[in-house]
């Protein structure tokens, strides 16, 4: 049984930062590809960012440049570094995991996700 344990959301001001952590338990998730997903108020679930163990990175256009996602495969979490945050950043955050090598842009392919944690964006 594998658990995905977001933290560090909160609030926040426009332009500021945060840096949200996922912790797994359970199972060694250090081969499994990882992505941060977010659900904004009434809307569907979208992709925010995804690591592979070896490292590779992909954004979704909205956050490049801005989110850094990251891996301590030691400590066997993922970060998600959120810099200049907008008000329309503002959702719930989930961290995801899938089984294979690749990375993924569709929630469906993720087979473990976390509780979600709230990132609220204010003027």
């Known amino acids: 049984q594998v658990q995905l344990v977001e933290s560090g959301g909160g609030l926040v001001q426009a332009g500021g930062s945060l840096r949200l952590s996922c912790a797994a338990s359970?199972?060694?998730?250090?081969?499994?590809?990882m992505g941060w997903f977010r659900q904004p108020p009434g809307m569907e679930r979208e992709f925010v960012a995804a690591?592979?163990?070896?490292?590779?990175?992909a954004y979704a256009d909205s956050v490049k440049g801005r989110f850094t996602i990251s891996r301590d495969n030691t400590k066997n979490t993922v970060y998600l570094r959120m810099n200049s945050l907008k008000l329309d950043d503002t959702a719930v955050y989930y961290c995801?995991?899938?089984?294979?090598?690749?990375?993924?842009?569709?929630?469906?392919?993720?087979?473990?996700w976390g509780q979600g944690t709230q990132v609220t964006v204010s003027s």
């Open positions: 995801a995991a899938r089984r294979g090598t690749v990375w993924s842009r569709m929630a469906g392919s993720y087979e473990y």
């Open positions: 359970g199972r060694t998730l250090n081969m499994y590809p």
């Open positions: 690591i592979t163990w070896s490292g590779e990175t």
